[in-house]
């Protein structure tokens, strides 16, 4: 993401330029601010004292239970957003949430929709560091100076990848619920144009305490359109660009070449070595410990030659040799289970539960009736290389992978579920 966060600058500085546009980015002000509560106090600190309790924690657990309940009790509530909450109810549930809810004593089924979307707003006008930063919060109202929407779509999905990452999650929450919202408008009563209208003051943030100008009351106008956009298409604005994925994938393959030539040239001292020209001039065995594997990585590649390794299957590891049409779903069925030497990977008796009888089952390193084999969730997974990891469809041709990323690990296990952008 850091890498994607570079290159998502130099893409938004290009479009920006290509319309005549300034980038306006606003130096984050020192502030004192609040280090513990919840009311005021900046979202990294939320989080941190959240992972002490829940080390996966993303989202401050306190706007995941504030939104989730707004999410079940005040879809279909008139006006909810609009209709402020009753002042005095919502300033003792303040001081009760201050008080109990990182001890674990807060409870929210008493709780009245509309008071509880008074509190989210009040939550997200206190922040000392907006949602959008301090730093972006301009470019984001500048998007609206750009004259085609396809752009103006992408210059959000690339300030959207600009965003630190709990920044970002937490909008992408935010604009989740307001569709929510929007969908149940029948209902409500609140459509797109109405809710963008009362969220946008509480997301871009006023810092102006004089009578406000006509450019900044006009700039105002124009964020109702932003968080319109936002609410409208946020089912592709969390996501990276595929140009960007090769970009980043470009970058690691530049680095991993400049490895291989130092790697190079490490076989050469070890083949001078292994001839008896290395230090001291004390001749070495011509297969040494330290040349073994490096001379093995190049007849695989010479051979088209993969070792796959399956560290959560009794084998672990298999050296498969690729063919023009072979596919990542060929390799995960050479780890399923077989009832009879004769039958194909592919056959229908590769895919029976892991409960099911063992019959027999060939180079297995430990073939006993518990043995471990893949199941349905399991898939090949690409590791290092030019990349970091990825999860690999089970038709994906694995000679033309392997051309592009020839250094990668490959692994078979299952599937694990992420967030995705």
């Given at each position: 993401?850091?890498?994607?966060?570079?290159?998502?600058?130099?893409?938004?500085?290009?479009?920006?330029?290509?319309?005549?546009?300034?980038?306006?980015?606003?130096?984050?002000?020192?502030?004192?601010?609040?280090?513990?509560?919840?009311?005021?106090?900046?979202?990294?600190?939320?989080?941190?004292?959240?992972?002490?309790?829940?080390?996966?924690?993303?989202?401050?657990?306190?706007?995941?239970?504030?939104?989730?309940?707004?999410?079940?009790?005040?879809?279909?509530?008139?006006?909810?957003?609009?209709?402020?909450?009753?002042a005095g109810r919502v300033k003792a549930i303040r001081e009760e949430v201050e008080e109990k809810f990182n001890d674990g004593c807060f409870v929210w089924d008493?709780?009245?929709?509309?008071?509880?979307?008074?509190?989210?707003?009040?939550?997200?006008?206190?922040?000392?560091?907006?949602?959008?930063?301090?730093?972006y919060q301009p470019t984001f109202a500048s998007v609206e100076s750009i004259p085609d929407r396809k752009q103006q779509l992408q210059a959000l999905n690339l300030l959207i990848l600009l965003l630190p990452a709990v920044h970002r999650d937490c909008l992408k929450i935010l604009v989740q619920f307001l569709s929510q919202v929007v969908a149940h408008e029948k209902q409500n009563k609140m459509g797109l144009n109405s809710v963008a209208m009362i969220m946008a003051p509480n997301?871009?943030?006023?810092?102006?305490?004089?009578?406000?100008?006509?450019?900044?009351?006009?700039?105002?106008?124009?964020?109702?359109?932003?968080?319109?956009?936002?609410?409208?298409?946020?089912?592709?604005?969390?996501?990276?660009?595929?140009?960007?994925?090769?970009?980043?994938?470009?970058?690691?393959?530049?680095?991993?070449?400049?490895?291989?030539?130092?790697?190079?040239?490490?076989?050469?001292?070890?083949?001078?070595?292994?001839?008896?020209?290395?230090?001291?001039?004390?001749?070495?065995?011509?297969h040494s410990l330290g040349e073994a594997p490096l001379v093995s990585m190049d007849v695989d590649y010479e051979n088209n030659i993969i070792r796959v390794k399956a560290?959560?299957?009794?084998?672990?590891?298999?050296?498969?040799?690729?063919?023009?049409?072979?596919?990542?779903?060929?390799?995960?069925?050479?780890?399923?289970?077989?009832?009879?030497?004769?039958?194909?990977?592919?056959?229908?008796?590769?895919?029976?539960?892991?409960?099911?009888?063992s019959g027999s089952y060939r180079n297995c390193l430990n073939p006993h009736n518990n043995n471990k084999f893949a199941s349905d969730n399991f898939f090949l997974y690409e590791a290092g290389g030019n990349i970091g990891e990825r999860c690999l469809d089970h038709d994906t041709n694995m000679m033309a992978l392997r051309k592009v990323n020839p250094h990668a690990d490959w692994i078979v296990k299952p599937q694990t579920q992420y967030l995705h952008f």
């Open positions: 993401m850091e890498k994607v966060r570079s290159l998502s600058l130099i893409e938004l500085t290009a479009l920006f330029d290509s319309h005549g546009l300034a980038l306006h980015r606003r130096k984050p002000v020192k502030r004192r601010v609040r280090e513990s509560g919840i009311f005021g106090v900046p979202l990294q600190n939320l989080i941190q004292e959240d992972k002490m309790k829940n080390e996966r924690t993303s989202v401050p657990s306190f706007y995941v239970e504030l939104v989730r309940y707004l999410e079940f009790k005040g879809l279909k509530e008139e006006g909810i957003l609009r209709v402020p909450g009753n008493v709780r009245r929709a509309h008071d509880c979307a008074t509190l989210l707003k009040q939550f997200l006008r206190e922040l000392p560091f907006p949602l959008l930063t301090q730093e997301l871009f943030l006023c810092t102006s305490k004089s009578q406000p100008s006509l450019q900044e009351i006009k700039q105002a106008q124009g964020t109702v359109n932003i968080v319109r956009m936002l609410i409208k298409y946020q089912a592709i604005l969390w996501t990276i660009p595929g140009f960007m994925v090769m970009q980043v994938r470009y970058l690691y393959e530049a680095e991993g070449n400049k490895k291989a030539k130092d790697a190079k040239a490490v076989r050469k001292l070890l083949a001078k070595r292994a001839r008896g020209d290395g230090v001291g001039g004390s001749p070495q065995k011509k560290p959560m299957l009794n084998k672990v590891l298999m050296a498969i040799q690729l063919t023009e049409f072979m596919c990542a779903g060929d390799i995960v069925s050479k780890f399923r289970r077989r009832s009879s030497p004769s039958e194909s990977p592919c056959s229908e008796s590769s895919k029976l539960p892991e409960s099911s009888s």
